[in-house]
């Protein structure tokens, strides 16, 4: 199944997408007698198994009863990002060998090191398909980063790999926007920290995670360590690989986080890039063009680069 949040009037509403239409499965439950669903994302993860397998067979009672209005094309609806604003948003740094060796950095073993995890303000970074990457009178050097997402579907404390994908909900696409030469104000003298600093702050501009275009269920993913990922700029691919390339696997990412935050249901882990960003090819985003992510089984995140009045 793939869920979807989408614009119905002046609110958001939860659906699932059935071949080019979009399920509303609040008004299918209801039409249905069945278990009555949330319209909030993070409210439907929050019941769990019962939620997903409610909102299945809210999806399939639209697509048997179409007469009922239950679907809506789905290029006729405005998709929002499917969780647009998750109680934390953690990322990682560093996460694909690739990455790593086109930086020239060396590639990280498991047994020496641990997953590098920051996070980024979720209620003014995360952005819907189609809305615009800005560029700010700050902006130097804007970068793309293509990730897959984990969203979290139960509370999780201290748990281990083994474990982790019960914890899973589903998958979503992730675009982690990059700042790459930040700078709001120069200095007359750098120390070792604020470089680290600048990295960190050049990842939280407004707009800098664009999220969707749904979630796909974890049972409907299968293998999450055998995805296709790809991203393009203007229709040039920039990044082609595979998530079998990360050094730290998905199950292996939740359970290490849990370990001292409390992951939450709604929750948005993404899982670092691979090889291909602009900084190492030399290219900047620029308004006009237009990004497009893709991972195998999520679908496609599509959005333009504006410039920022």
Same mark, same amino acid.
């Given at each position: 199944?793939?869920l979807?949040t989408?614009?119905?009037?002046?609110?958001?509403?939860i659906g699932a997408i059935?071949?080019?239409?979009?399920?509303?499965?609040?008004?299918?439950?209801?039409?249905?007698g069945?278990?009555?669903?949330?319209?909030d994302?993070?409210?439907?993860?929050?019941m769990g198994?019962k939620?997903?397998?409610?909102?299945?067979a809210?999806?399939?009672f639209?697509?048997?009863?179409?007469?009922?209005g239950?679907l809506?094309p789905l290029s006729?609806?405005?998709?929002?990002?499917?969780?647009?604003?998750?109680?934390k948003?953690?990322?990682l740094?560093g996460?694909?060998t690739?990455?790593?060796e086109?930086?020239?950095?060396?590639?990280?073993?498991?047994r020496?090191?641990?997953p590098?995890v920051?996070?980024?303000?979720?209620?003014?970074c995360? #952005?819907?398909?189609?809305?615009p990457?800005?560029?700010?009178?700050?902006s130097h050097?804007?970068?793309?980063?293509?990730?897959?997402?984990?969203?979290?579907g139960?509370?999780?404390?201290?748990?281990?790999?083994?474990?982790?994908?019960?914890?899973?909900a589903?998958y979503?696409?992730?675009? *982690?926007?990059?700042?790459r *030469?930040?700078c709001?104000q120069?200095?007359?003298?750098?120390? *070792?920290?604020?470089?680290?600093?600048?990295?960190l702050n050049g990842?939280?501009?407004?707009?800098?995670?664009?999220? #969707?275009?749904c979630?796909?269920t974890a049972?409907?993913?299968g293998?999450?360590?055998n995805?296709a990922?790809?991203?393009s700029?203007n229709?040039?691919v920039?990044? *082609?690989?595979?998530?079998?390339?990360m050094?730290?696997?998905?199950?292996?990412?939740?359970?290490f986080?849990?370990r001292w935050?409390?992951?939450?249901?709604?929750?948005?882990?993404?899982t670092?890039?691979?090889?291909g960003i602009?900084?190492?090819?030399?290219?900047?985003?620029?308004?006009?063009?237009?990004?497009r992510?893709?991972i195998?089984?999520?679908?496609?995140?599509?959005?333009?680069?504006?410039?920022d009045?």
């Amino acid at each position: 199944m793939r869920l979807i949040t989408f614009r119905k009037g002046k609110a958001n509403h939860i659906g699932a997408i059935v071949g080019d239409s979009v399920a509303d499965i609040v008004a299918a439950s209801r039409a249905s007698g069945g278990q009555t669903l949330p319209s909030d994302m993070i409210a439907l993860l929050e019941m769990g198994a019962k939620g997903l397998r409610a909102a299945k067979a809210a999806a399939r009672f639209a697509q048997k009863n179409p007469k009922r209005g239950l679907l809506v094309p789905l290029s006729l609806v405005r998709l929002e990002a499917p969780v647009p604003c998750p109680r934390k948003l953690l990322l990682l740094a560093g996460n694909y060998t690739s990455h790593l060796e086109e930086e020239g950095r060396r590639a990280r073993a498991k047994r020496e090191q641990t997953p590098r995890v920051f996070m980024k303000p979720p209620s003014t970074c995360v #952005g819907r398909p189609g809305a615009p990457i800005p560029i700010t009178r700050y902006s130097h050097w804007v970068d793309w980063e293509v990730e897959l997402g984990i969203v979290i579907g139960r509370k999780a404390k201290d748990i281990t790999p083994h474990d982790a994908p019960r914890y899973i909900a589903g998958y979503t696409i992730v675009n *982690d926007v990059s700042e790459r *030469d930040f700078c709001v104000q120069e200095r007359s003298k750098t120390e *070792d920290w604020d470089k680290f600093f600048d990295w960190l702050n050049g990842k939280w501009c407004d707009g800098f995670a664009p999220m #969707g275009p749904c979630i796909t269920t974890a049972d409907e993913i299968g293998d999450p360590m055998n995805l296709a990922i790809r991203l393009s700029v203007n229709g040039e691919v920039m990044q *082609d690989a595979n998530t079998n390339g990360m050094i730290y696997n998905c199950a292996e990412v939740v359970a290490f986080i849990s370990r001292w935050v409390t992951l939450e249901p709604g929750d948005v882990i993404a899982t670092g890039t691979p090889a291909g960003i602009g900084k190492v090819r030399g290219i900047k985003l620029k308004a006009g063009d237009v990004v497009r992510c893709e991972i195998e089984r999520i679908g496609v995140l599509e959005n333009p680069v504006t410039r920022d009045a």
